[in-house]
Structure formats: C-alpha cells, structure tokens
C-alpha cells in the first residue's frame, strides 16, 4: 500500500480503508494494486540500470542490486555515478533510495531501511563502517528474521548487533538457517551469489499509460523512460542504434485505431539517449494524433555493433562530422526534410535549372569549376516582370546596364526553352541586379519584356 | 587615497583587458576574425569581426554588398560549414563560388515560423558544428535577440544577423551593429553601435568588383538596346 506525500499530509495512514480515505480526500484517485505492472517496472529499471554495469541482479522486496565495482573509473567516482543512477531511475518516473555498500545484501539492507524511514542515499565504503552501521538497524529491517520477530523481541534482541551477539547453534536450531545466511552476507563474511540479469536478444517494450492523453507531447515522459530502457539494453549487449520505431496505441475495441507510428532513422548509430530524446521530442510536438494514446511501444528497429569514437588529444575546431550530423537530423526533425538543404548543382545553361537545392539526407552532386560570367548571390525564385520607363526597365529606380550581355539560350528539348539576353543593371541605389531581356515576343516590334532575376549582395 | 597617477588613466586596458577611454577602441576579449579591408577592421574593437558573439548588420536594402564585405571573413574560415537562415532569395550556389566560398560549405534552413527559425539558428549556434550563421530576420522579439546572443557566446561561430535599417531603432544586445548602404563602388559603413568612440560619419570601403566585364574579349561590346533607348527616347521627346 502507498499514498502520495501530498495525501500523506492530509493525514492519510497506512490501514486505513478505502471509506476513510474518502471521507478526508473526496477526489482521492484510488488504484488497486498491480503486481504484474510493479514487476514490469521493476525489470524496466533493470534494464535501464544496465547501462552502469553489466552485472545487476534482483534482490527481494523491490530491490536492484548492480556491481559496481568495475564501473567507478570510468563513471568518474560513485558520487557522479550514484547521481547518475538516481537521475535514471527519475527518468523512469520512479523513485529510489540508493545506497552503496562493499556487500550486496548490505547495501540493500541499508538501502530498505534508510527508505522507510526517509533517510536519503547511505554511501559507506569500508567495511567495518558498514558493520557499525548495520549493527544498528533493528532486527526487522532484516527479511529473513521477519517470522522470529515476536521470539526475538521477548529475549529483548532488538537490532542486528544483539542478534549478531546470540550464540549461533542455538539460533540455528531454533529459526532457520536462511537468517543466518543473509547477517553473513551483509557483513561480509560469507560469498554472495546473484543471479545476473540476461537480457533478451531485441529490445520491444510497452508502457500502458495510466490515463488517456490526447496530445502526443504528454507522452514525451514515457517516451523517455523507454529510451533509458533501450540505453541500458543496448549498452549491455555492445549495440548501437540507428533506426528506432515508437507506437502510440489507440484505443482498441469497437473503434480501433491503428497504431501511430514514428519512424526514426539516424544517420550515425547512437547508444546514448540524450540526442534520441531531442529527435523525439521535436517529432512529438510536430505530430497530432487522431485519437486518445492508451499505450506508447519503443522497438529497436535496427541495430549494430556499438564502435566507440576515438577521442583525439587535441580537439577539432568546429566539432566532430557526428557532431554535424546530428545538428542536421535535429533541424530536419523539426523542420521537416523540404526545409534543410544543401547545394546540389546541375550542368545546365539555364539558372534556374543548375541552381538545384536539395534535401541534406540526399547526396549532393559537386560543383564543376567552369568559369562563367558573373552571377547574383541571390536568385529569384520567379523572375519579377519589369516596368518600362522612358524606355528603360524600372526598378525602384531607372536601371542602365553595366555590363555586356550574356545569352543564355537552352531547353528547347524538354519544353522550357528560354531565349534570354542577360545583363547586369545598376539602379541610382548603386545596387546591381540581374536582369534579362526575353527574346521570344520581340520579334514583332512591340516593347521589350525585361525580368529581374537576381540581387548581387 | 593618493590620485590615481596619470598614466593608469591613460592607458585604463593596463588595469584589465576589458577597460578603455571611450575615446579609443576597445581590445582584448573577444576572439577576431580580419574583415580582409584595412580601413573597416581599423575602426573596430579587436581589429576584425568578433566571433562568438552577435553582430547586427543593418541593410538599407536587400543586396547593399553584405555578401561581399563578408566575403573575405568566409573564405579565411574554410573548409569550414556555412549556415544561411531564412535567405530573402535562393543563394545561387555559382554565384558564392565566385565570391570565393564552395558551394559545398552551405547548409540553407528555412522555416515555416519565425519562432522555428530562432529556433534553428540558436541550435546551429549550440552545437557550435558550423564556423559561420548568417540569419536574415525582419522582426524578431527582443529576448529572443538576446537569447541567441547567449546562445552565441557559448561557441566559437562568426554569427551574423541581417536585418532592414528600419531596427536601427530597436535596442540590441549585440556589441557590435553596422547599418551598410551601398554607393558607388562600395558600400557606406554607419556605427550604429561599437565598442568604442562614437563615429557619426559613415566610412566608405571599396568593395572588390563585380567583375563585369569578364568575357568582354570573348563578347561583343556594350550593346545595342541601350543605344537604341536612349535615341528613341530623344526623337520622341
């Protein structure tokens, strides 16, 4: 059984019924109790946690323990490691008291102890003050002395240095050996065994929500979660990411919907969540589901082996060309493919047609080093139709050309042809525009068409 | 307290780096890029464009030679990336070239929203991945200026807002705002804002030519419409 702290403070205790709870809070949202969910969230955090070590195990009672021996070094020292687990398991929307210990069971004992009685994250590193601090938690606080609690507190054996203190046949013969095992291990004077967690060979998890939510941006936190799950699957198996799939589940019965899909492909394989988390978040927002989501599905399309960079000694300016990559796969990601471009130019006469820009996730064509007439920094997107005045075309200002023609003559085979006598005009702005005389029409006489098509920066 | 001797208020930048007379430029600090025009990076604080902070570059009109005076600064930063946000017109990818930056070096973003495009200019600044921004911007709200300044402090990139003449009016964080208008030749540079003495008369610098008449041997001379234009325009008047 538990309770918020904020129905806590309105002075709701463990035991109460569900009638009293209502009496004191009338909206009080009451949930049965799901064994089957706590056990999915708890080999969630598992996986999760396997991101820190390879070697984690669970312990009774709702508990993780991980070995992290080999770990330290390379997390930089168990206070940033300890922070960092904690900020995991808060990903995962779940809270934990972490406590480190040279024995397992100890660690979890402390641990168990230290959360109920709302002590936070106990770190002893030696052994004889772990022993200390063991002596003085009370006899309950071990699971396995949990039956002989009546008989133990009538000899007046009240925390674990009493019991530590009791002559060990007699406590052999009178409980069972299970408790005798378990004080060892705590304080180290006997072998741990655990049983390592395995993990699946693919990684598919669902989380059920526990309300319906009509936007996709609220389900940005489970989303989250799944992916610190998928980090600590991926790292334990030495794999990298580079398409990952996440369902939102609609409602099923009489009005199924299909699932909404967001496919996520990346460009660099990743084992890190934290550009994951951004990709999915600017697609999360950009998305707008039909129906309520029940149920978010995270599944590891496509994997492959984890490659490591190498770290140079002295850094490049500017960063790495992953750091590049990624940059690109945000903006397109918020953006959309259409928006993020790079220059792909095509061998043709017409500039419209060799100015070709395409999406940075397509292969771009180089750029043939042909010297050519000069050409505008900036091209119209459609050439501007001019005015005449006084027989000169007229753009803000009379504009005279400045430069001897270029004709540009092409695209008769494919019904485009432009005939197009091309100048660069200066206006009394001492700006220079790209400007072009268009020769089919003026062979009857009437006025010359003139178009701007370009601004010279 | 004795008075301070007379050489410390002289020379105020022996003191600390980023101390100066508001009568003479400021130095130190900031990391410069040269402008490649004598005469411009003389008239700046540091000698040259600062990188990692913002620079308001207010245009009176849209092409007043901005790619040009900043064409020397993004060639010396190659093979470095060059961002463009919210171009006016499509850059004409022959036409960089010749201005001395590979066609390959430009990544064009463009957005919906002005809030989308912010958004993307202050993530290119983050990631720090591109060694210039150019980000053209009509009306942008004033913390969002200031975000991107911040944003632009944390990197290294030579970031570039281009703005109409018209927010000469609007306060800014950026050290540094110059409004261009374009003359003859060149381009008219104004001190809206530096560190350093108030300048009120515009400096002209030369701006490399357009190189107009490239294939003059190849082509025929100045040609005929003109001509034409202008005669009939003088029978008929």
Redesign the interface.
């Known amino acids: 059984m538990a309770a918020s702290s904020s129905a806590c403070d309105a002075g709701v205790r463990y035991g109460m019924r569900r009638g009293g709870v209502l009496a004191l809070l009338p909206h009080a949202h009451m949930h049965e109790r799901a064994i089957e969910r706590e056990a999915q969230a708890l080999s969630g955090a598992a996986t999760a946690l396997l991101q820190y070590t390879p070697q984690a195990a669970f312990s009774d009672d709702a508990t993780i323990v991980l070995d992290i021996g080999a770990s330290l070094r390379l997390f930089g020292g168990i206070r940033a490691l300890c922070r960092r687990v904690r900020g995991t398991v808060r990903q995962l929307g779940l809270t934990a008291a972490v406590s480190c210990a040279p024995t397992a069971a100890g660690a979890a004992l402390l641990a168990r102890h230290c959360h109920l009685r709302g002590h936070h994250h106990p770190r002893t590193l030696s052994t004889p003050r772990l022993q200390r601090r063991l002596d003085r938690l009370p006899v309950s606080a071990l699971p396995a002395a949990l039956p002989y609690l009546d008989w133990l507190k009538g000899i007046g054996c009240r925390n674990l240095a009493d019991l530590r203190r009791l002559p060990r046949p007699g406590l052999q013969r009178r409980g069972d050996t299970r408790m005798l095992d378990a004080l060892d291990c705590a304080y180290g004077e006997a072998m741990e065994l655990h049983a390592w967690i395995e993990t699946p060979p693919s990684f598919r998890q669902r989380i059920e929500l526990t309300e319906r939510i009509e936007h996709a941006e609220a389900a940005q936190h489970t989303v989250q979660a799944l992916l610190a799950q998928l980090c600590g699957w991926l790292t334990a198996r030495q794999l990298a990411v580079t398409q990952v799939c996440v369902q939102l589940e609609h409602e099923r019965g009489r009005q199924a919907v299909a699932p909404t899909v967001i496919e996520l492909a990346l460009a660099e394989p990743t084992w890190q969540d934290a550009h994951l988390i951004r990709l999915l978040k600017e697609r999360l927002a950009q998305l707008e589901i039909s129906a309520p989501v029940i149920a978010v599905v995270l599944e590891a399309a496509r994997t492959e082996a984890m490659a490591p960079a190498s770290e140079s000694l002295f850094p490049e300016?500017?960063?790495?060309p992953e750091?590049?990559k990624?940059?690109?796969e945000?903006?397109v990601a918020?953006?959309g493919v259409e928006?993020?471009?790079?220059?792909s130019?095509l061998a043709d006469y017409r500039?419209e047609q060799?100015?070709r820009?395409v999406s940075?996730m397509e292969p771009?064509a180089?750029?043939d080093?042909r010297?050519?007439?000069?050409?505008?920094?900036?091209?119209?997107?459609k050439p501007v139709a001019l005015v005449m005045r006084?027989?000169?075309p007229y753009y803000?200002s009379r504009l005279?050309?400045?430069?001897?023609?270029?004709r540009i003559e092409a695209g008769w085979w494919n019904g485009l042809l432009v005939t197009r006598?091309y100048?660069?005009a200066a206006g009394a702005?001492?700006?220079?525009?790209w400007i072009y005389?268009e020769r089919i029409g003026d062979v009857d006489g009437v006025e010359?068409h003139w178009y701007l098509h370009?601004?010279?920066? | 307290m004795p008075p301070p001797s007379l050489d410390i208020i002289d020379s105020p930048q022996s003191i600390h780096s980023s101390l100066w007379r508001a009568s003479q430029l400021a130095r130190g600090g900031a990391r410069c890029l040269d402008t490649g025009f004598a005469a411009l990076s003389a008239e700046l604080p540091g000698h040259g464009w600062p990188t990692g902070a913002l620079i308001d570059l207010l245009l009176?009109?849209?092409?007043?030679?901005?790619?040009?005076l900043l064409g020397p600064a993004l060639k010396a930063l190659a093979p470095?990336?060059i961002a463009l946000v919210q171009?006016?017109?499509?850059?004409?990818?022959?036409?960089?070239?010749?201005?001395g930056v590979?066609?390959?070096r430009?990544?064009?973003?463009?957005?919906?929203t002005s809030a989308?495009a912010a958004?993307?200019a202050e993530?290119?600044l983050k990631?720090?991945?591109?060694?210039v921004l150019l980000f053209w911007q009509r009306n942008l709200r004033k913390e969002s200026v200031r975000r991107l300044h911040l944003a632009a402090q944390g990197g290294?990139t030579l970031f570039v807002m281009l703005r109409p003449l018209s927010c000469a009016q609007d306060a800014s964080p950026a050290p540094l705002r110059l409004s261009l208008t374009?003359?003859?030749g060149g381009v008219d540079i104004g001190f809206v804002k530096r560190r350093g003495p108030q300048r009120d008369t515009p400096l002209f610098v030369s701006l490399p030519s357009?190189?107009?008449?490239?294939?003059?041997s190849v082509?025929?001379?100045?040609?005929a419409?003109?001509a034409a234009?202008?005669v009939?325009?003088e029978l008929v008047g």
Do not use: K, M
Request: aromatic share 6%.
């Open positions: 300016p500017g960063g790495t750091d590049y990624r940059l690109l945000l903006l918020r953006l928006h993020v471009l790079q220059p130019p500039p060799a100015n820009w940075v771009a180089p750029l080093a010297p050519l007439p000069p050409r505008p920094g900036w091209l119209l997107e006084q027989h000169r803000g005279h050309p400045v430069s001897p023609p270029e006598d100048y660069i702005d001492h700006c220079h525009y005389r010359p370009g601004v010279f920066g | 009176r009109q849209p092409g007043a030679g901005e790619l040009r470095r990336r171009t006016p017109h499509a850059p004409q990818a022959i036409g960089w070239r010749q201005l590979d066609a390959t430009l990544l064009s973003v463009r957005a919906a989308d958004w993307a993530q290119i990631s720090d991945s591109c060694a290294n374009a003359a003859a357009l190189n107009l008449l490239h294939h003059a082509d025929r001379r100045t040609p419409p003109v234009g202008s009939l325009s």
